[in-house]
């Protein structure tokens, strides 16, 4: 998988799945499960059932995006 583009990053859902967070910030798979079970991933991670959930409000923090993905990404027109 690879991390998506500063323009595809403003149509994210509002929490992403553990491995498409691991491919934005360059962190393998293997890697990004074990610093989710340590509590150490670079931004909060959410617990759901089985499954590991990232709110992308805090991946885009991490990445010093802070939500604000308008800026140098040309509107879409939609």
Sequence with gaps: ????T???TRDLPAVLDLLTAC???GIGRT???RLAQEGSFPCPVLRVGHQYR???AGLL???GLNG???RGVPDSGA
Excluded: K, W
């Excluded at 998988?1 to 998506?4: E, R």
């Design 23 to 25: 491919s934005i910030l």
């Design 61 to 63: 923090a991490a990445i």
């Design 54 to 56: 990232v709110p992308t």
């Design 31 to 33: 890697v990004g499960y």
């Design 6 to 8: 500063l323009a595809e």
């Design 1 to 4: 998988m690879t991390a998506p």
């Design 68 to 70: 604000d993905l308008s």
